[in-house]
T-cell receptor, first 110, second 112 residues
Framework: GQQLNQSPQSMFIQEGEDVSMNCTSS?????WLWYKQDPGEGPVLLIA?????ELTSNGRLTAQFGITRKDSFLNISASIPSDVGIYFC??????????FGTGTSLTVIP | DVKVTQSSRYLVKRTGEKVFLECVQD?????MFWYRQDPGLGLRLIYF???????EKGDIPEGYSVSREKKERFSLILESASTNQTSMYLC???????????FGEGSWLTVV
């Protein structure tokens, strides 16, 4: 199946810095999802976006649904050590077929 | 909150053994999925079920089968485990009316 292009692949940042990552697709989606996966655990849904141009926040996390419907962005402000993990995006047009990004590995240096 | 529960978090099995991975969701979702996650390969769909007793092959169904006898339960079966099936297996569910997918905690399977 199609994999979405996610960048950067990995990030090493200092605690307190802001983080930006993005996800692009060759196809349009009507829903973009962002997940965080801690080591050895399953992915946890962070933010769901359902409308082109939508900007949604969840605490220090903000995600945007690109207006072309082919991309999405996730920002984390003032990073803390517990932000460490793998973040990945997902896109879908139905409830039964999902496409996933390759993941961004985030390391936060205290 | 949506809860997807995978009964076994860590398993070690021998080559040739039959392996059952069980998954239960408590949100009455119609759709359930089994994915495999490997470093560098991302999430790959093994099987998908959209209703009781209904299933569709995903991208990598070879060596696997599934069972969905009840709406809340979706089982992944490895008929004869092989070392190349050592992986993290993720169960997930989604409602047919909504475009959001929820994952279980994952099952780490090691085949020796």
């Amino acid at each position: 199946g199609q994999q979405l292009n996610q960048s950067p692949q990995s990030m090493f940042i200092q605690e307190g810095e802001d983080v930006s990552m993005n996800c692009t697709s060759s196809s349009i989606f009507n829903t973009w999802l962002w997940y965080k996966q801690d080591p050895g655990e399953g992915p946890v849904l962070l933010i769901a976006l359902y409308k082109a141009g939508e900007l949604t926040s969840n605490g220090r996390l903000t995600a945007q649904f690109g207006i072309t419907r082919k991309d999405s962005f996730l920002n984390i402000s003032a990073s803390i050590p517990s932000d460490v993990g793998i973040y990945f995006c997902a896109g879908t047009n139905t409830g039964n077929q999902f496409y996933f990004g390759t993941g961004t590995s985030l390391t936060v240096i205290p | 909150d949506v809860k997807v529960t995978q009964s076994s978090r860590y398993l070690v099995k021998r080559t040739g053994e039959k392996v059952f991975l069980e998954c239960v969701q408590d949100m009455d979702h119609e759709n359930m999925f089994w994915y495999r996650q490997d470093p560098g390969l991302g999430l790959r769909l093994i099987y998908f079920s959209y209703d009781v007793k209904m299933k569709e092959k995903g991208d990598i169904p070879e060596g696997y089968s599934v069972s969905r006898e009840k709406k809340e339960r979706f089982s992944l079966i490895l008929e004869s485990a092989s070392t190349n099936q050592t992986s993290m297996y993720l169960c997930a569910s989604s409602p047919v009316s909504g475009n959001t997918i929820y994952f279980g905690e994952g099952s780490w399977l090691t085949v020796v």
